[in-house]
């Protein structure tokens, strides 16, 4: 199912109806001084919205994988899931982090296209087995650890299970696209 598709059954938050908490929540995480949708729908739970805006911010901005490395993890996430919203972010995010848009292509194709590094390709796979398997096979795993510490070995599942909460949560929320993301392949 495309965002198209799904109706918007929580709306973000808008301005003039958040309160001082809503506001303290989001002042950090504003985009060039713009409340993204996620965040404007997400601080209607401010409880909630405290702790994984935390959890997320730590993968995304503190984490110990490269910056390609967790977004090549991150779109293949949202390919799998259908996560319009995902895919749209982070295919911006992706670029800057180094990503083609070439490579972004060949997420669609999965680890067996053509052009991927060894680490490249298991990273696309071990996001392909913990959407269907709930575990990263041997295989994959021996490729990983050739490549990446004990800590990053972490953030790989932690990367793959935060992004499918989230494509889970905006998919179901209908929450809207922002007007200038990517388009989510055919």
């Known amino acids: ?16 109806q958040r309160d001082e908490r809503a506001n303290e929540l989001l002042a950090p995480i504003a985009v060039n001084g713009r409340d993204l949708n996620i965040f404007t729908t997400l601080v209607r739970h401010p409880r909630l919205f405290s702790r994984w805006s935390a959890f997320g911010g730590t993968l995304l901005r503190r984490g110990e994988l490269s910056d390609r490395h967790r977004e090549l993890l991150i779109l293949r996430t949202a390919w799998h ?39 490249d390709a ?16 041997d295989g994959t795993w021996s490729v990983l650890a050739q490549h990446l510490n004990e800590h990053q070995l972490i953030e790989v599942c932690m990367v793959v299970g935060q992004y499918h909460l989230v494509a889970f949560t905006l998919n179901s929320l209908g ?7 990517a388009p989510f392949p055919k």
């Open 1 to 16: 199912m495309t965002q198209a598709a799904r109706p918007v059954r929580i709306p973000p938050l808008p301005a003039d």
């Open 81 to 119: 899931c259908r996560a319009d919203y995902e895919w749209g972010q982070h295919v911006a995010i992706a670029g800057r982090a180094g990503v083609s848009d070439e490579e972004i292509a060949s997420i669609v194709e999965g680890p067996d296209a053509a052009g991927w590094a060894p680490l």
């Open 122 to 137: 298991a990273l696309v796979r071990a996001a392909d087995e913990l959407h269907r398997d709930a575990c990263i096979a």
């Open 175 to 181: 929450v809207e696209l922002e007007a200038d993301a």
